[in-house]
């Protein structure tokens, strides 16, 4: 009898501990919500970057999203890839959005939709202290530096030409290559390039506007649900006053 007694409670007891392996293995809350999955290019302050650890993707954007996300009801991750294969990526269903301080124009709407607008961005340009370069006016014939697939290099290459344009994988290598004279300038969007200039000695950036755009995300043709649901939650983040504490709490006011 009293080895019946053990032998239940043996099983009893292996019973209960392959219960609790599953329980602790799987994150309840992760399960029971919808993904959300953001495609971004995280080497883009204040819109997004890495935090001091070096593993986590903080900015405008990042915020945005997960107040997005959060409306919503899903869980946002985010995966950081190269600038210009964002649009395949949401185009393909490998991400569910991008948000990557994104410009909207006429030429990505044919490839993708994009949301409600929620921020400007200037295409300034970058030089060194002492520049014979002054306003836009000077860029002919110089070597302008770019992130590629940005508006700054499309801009800059239907301009000036292809000869003319170096295209960098992103915003900071191209500000690299400036202080090493390999390039004469770099065409970027503002908020980025105040950040890298304050990171680097001897670079300014030229009063003259290059472009002011307007940012969105981006999210696939085939998701219009998406879409619509995306908008309306931005809506309220907008009217309740969210979406402009998340900007000013990463663009200061001059
Ligand atoms: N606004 C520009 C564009 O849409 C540059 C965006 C770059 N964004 C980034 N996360 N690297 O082309």
């Known amino acids: 009898m009293k080895k019946i007694l053990a032998l239940i409670l043996a099983v009893l007891m292996v019973v209960s501990l392959a219960a609790c392996g599953t329980t602790t293995t799987t994150d309840a809350d992760a399960t029971e919500k919808a993904q959300l999955v953001m495609g971004t290019n995280a080497a883009f302050p204040p819109y997004e970057f890495y935090d001091e650890d070096g593993q986590t993707i903080i900015g405008i954007d990042a915020e945005i999203a997960k107040a997005v996300a959060d409306k919503l009801d899903m869980e946002l991750t985010i995966k950081d890839m190269e600038f210009d294969s964002l649009l395949t990526a949401v185009q393909s269903g490998a991400v569910d959005i991008v948000f990557a301080g994104l410009t909207v124009t006429d030429e990505r709407k044919e ?6 607008t929620y921020a400007t961005g200037i295409q300034v340009i970058i030089v060194k202290d002492g520049s014979d370069i002054a306003s836009v006016d000077d860029l002919a014939g110089k070597t302008i530096g770019v992130q590629a697939g940005t508006t700054g290099d499309i801009y800059c290459t239907d301009e000036f030409g292809q000869d003319n ?12 290559a400036l202080q090493n004279d390999q390039v004469d300038c770099v065409v970027i969007d503002n908020e980025p390039a105040k950040s890298f200039v304050a990171a680097n000695d001897g670079l300014k950036i030229l009063e003259t506007e290059y472009a002011v755009e307007d940012y969105a995300a981006a999210i696939s043709k085939d998701n219009a ?4 649901k995306v908008n309306a939650a931005m809506e309220e983040l907008k009217a309740d006053g969210t979406i402009d504490a998340i900007l000013a709490k990463y663009i200061k006011a001059e």
């Open 111 to 116: 490839s993708v939709d994009f949301s409600v």
């Open 165 to 176: 344009v170096k295209q960098f994988g992103n915003g900071a290598l191209a500000v690299a």
């Open 225 to 228: 649900d998406l879409t619509e």
